[in-house]
């Protein structure tokens, strides 16, 4: 079974500075990846995710991920960091080739943004 | 968000309660889940769908049992609420391959 860790639970940045929120998974084969974000008190909104291909995957909102196969990780990151973007994020890993194994999510990073 | 509800938004209930959450789609989607919310541990699922009639346990299906009736919805049933069960929970669609889950507003459930 997959499994994904969140080194971090709780990083401060300043405003327009970068940002990388760690991300590392457990899995046999290639998986799927992805990111969300979740603002307070609102549901889960996909940032970006990886099937295969280009190791290096843009999304929304500015915000992009690179695939290490090596080193079984999925960062997000991002060159400047907006107010807006304080928010809780999670990554999750998802099974290629075993039908519609659910996803399982991290334990999520939650961001705070300072000015 | 695209054409996923869930009903009630709040709950406030009593220890020992049956307790009934609906999440309702319109995008014909084959398959559909119920996480859980908790501080320290992310989301967890209990349960899934695969089909009207389909469903399977995720990992703390403990407590909690699923039903779908029809393809639009899918209803989380706690049949003796527990404190343990104070948590915000999120239903989704969607699948792994696919673009993504979509999720729904989610339940903030507070059994007291």
């Known amino acids: 079974a997959q499994s994904v860790t969140q080194p971090d639970i709780h990083i401060t940045v300043s405003e327009g500075a970068s940002l990388e929120l760690r991300c590392n998974y457990s899995y046999g084969a290639t998986p799927y990846l992805f990111w969300y974000v979740q603002s307070p008190g609102q549901g889960l909104q996909l940032l970006l995710k990886y099937f295969s291909g280009d190791t290096l995957v843009q999304g929304i909102k500015g915000f992009e991920a690179e695939f290490k196969r090596s080193q079984s990780s999925f960062n997000l990151r991002k060159p400047s960091v907006h107010w807006s973007d304080a928010a809780e994020y999670f990554c999750?890993?998802?099974?290629?080739?075993?039908?519609?194994?659910?996803?399982?999510f991290g334990k999520g990073t939650r961001l705070s943004v300072i000015a | 968000d695209a054409g996923i509800t869930q009903s009630p938004r709040h709950k406030v209930t009593e220890t020992g309660t049956p307790v009934t959450l609906r999440c309702h789609q319109t995008e014909n989607h084959r398959y559909m889940y119920w996480y859980r919310q908790d501080p320290g541990h992310g989301l967890r699922l209990i349960h899934y769908s695969y089909g009207v009639k389909d469903t399977d346990k995720g990992e703390v299906s403990d407590g909690y049992s699923v039903s779908r009736s029809k393809t639009e919805d899918f209803l989380l049933t706690l049949e003796s609420a527990t404190s343990s069960q104070t948590s915000v929970y999120f239903c989704a669609i969607g699948g792994t391959g696919g673009p993504g889950y979509t999720f729904g507003s989610g339940t903030r459930l507070t059994v007291v």
């Open positions: 999750a890993v998802g099974a290629q080739g075993s039908g519609n194994t659910p996803l399982v």
